[in-house]
């Protein structure tokens, strides 16, 4: 795609929709004059034609309001954690405990959900049933039927029914902490739980557990919060979508229950928006705690980052793919062990491969996160080099995704004038000096010389 293209593609997700739908009522926001409310992401000129048409029969009108935004807001373009129907396709569960095992640098995460998230599993006499577990099994996990009863006095079904994350760095001071055998539990010195939820609707819960006694630092728990409420929301808003489906097909539907609905969908699809764009953000502070980084790099270069696609004359859609990819340039970083960045001394071989490998394993990271697909080509070619000198795969010019070489020049700049711990940060008219040097180089010209014009403003 063309730098030209990527100026002409449509409006942001973030930008415009979510805000217009705070302030507009929903009688207006799927009226005639819906204006610039439309979004290739929310709804489309499809939809918006129809909307503008006197439709005799508003019912029928409804109807087709809803098909569209559930063609939108489908399971392909939510989470792909939901949906499940058969064994196997829980296993994806495992991957994630697994994941949040090695970002928080802990032992062992488990994932429950209530019973009607857990199809094809047999734990309907749970109220909790267990999902996804790092600890591995030797036999079929799901014929354990592990999990919890509502009459169980256990501190998980407790956190179940406040809605309120705890932490305990000893759960000997626990007395309603039952060990599960077949998850190494007795093993267990701290604990914390997370409620997955959307507001009042409850879902399921993640228990985080180390084998020694440790305090989870406070980016981490926010982190893993965030992750709660985005988990809890895009299976609420997947459960309204299915309920949604048959009242469509109920010939006796009311207009009355169809716009309730509708109301339904539509704020379920901001909050959506809001939690994903809220676990980006705590991801990259996450990030930035995991490399040991003095001031907020990675939000400092999505800043920068933004800055520079808007004297580039990007469109918003663009920029904010760019931003996203900004905060979550360095996202390897978070699966990779502390100590790694911690130690001053000379790096193993295996250490060094570990840090130098570190974009791939973010790209895989956000491959199974669905609506953070786009900015993956970005991140991915971050490090190519505008005379071809870079990688992964020595583009040139270019062939190097627009959004990348923004994301290079800004990472660059930001690195340089920022405290590091083995280096203090060089000042503004030395790190441009460095940059213009390098320029058509390492970087795009056409960047540096946005940069000058963003940070002499």
Known sequence: MTDREEKELGASLFGKTLDLMEDDPLEEIFALNIGD???EYLISEDLANKIGKDMKNKTERIKSQLKELISIYSLDNTLCVLGFS?????????SIAKTLTQILDIDACHIYLTNEFTKGLSLEDKLLGLVGSSVDFDEDMYA??????????????????SLKPIQRSNVAEINNFTPIYELREFDVKSLAIVPIHNNAHVVGVIVIETYKEKVIKDVYMQLIETIGRLFGTSMHLQKVIEETESVIEDINVTEKDLQYRRAELTALIGDLGTQQQAFVEKLAKAVDEKGQYKVAHSQNTAELSKKLCKQLGLNEKT????????LLQNIGKITLPESLFTNKGT??????EKLQNHPNVGVSLLMNIN????????IHY??????????PEGLKGNSIPFG?????VADAYTAMTSDRSYRSAMNKEKALEIIKEEAGIKWDPNVVNALFEVVSK
């Open 144 to 161: 354990k039927k592990i999990g919890y009863t509502q009459k169980d006095k256990s501190i998980v079904v407790e956190t179940f029914n």
């Open 382 to 391: 971050h490090k190519e080099r505008w005379n071809g000198g870079g990688e």
């Open 371 to 378: 609506f953070l697909s786009e900015v993956i080509p970005y």
């Open 319 to 326: 920029t904010d793919l760019v931003y996203y990819a900004g």
């Open 347 to 352: 790096l193993s071989k295996e250490e060094w």
């Open 404 to 408: 990348s070489r923004i994301i290079a």
């Open 86 to 94: 058969s064994q196997d396709e829980y296993v994806v569960y495992n």
């Open 37 to 39: 409310f439309i979004s």
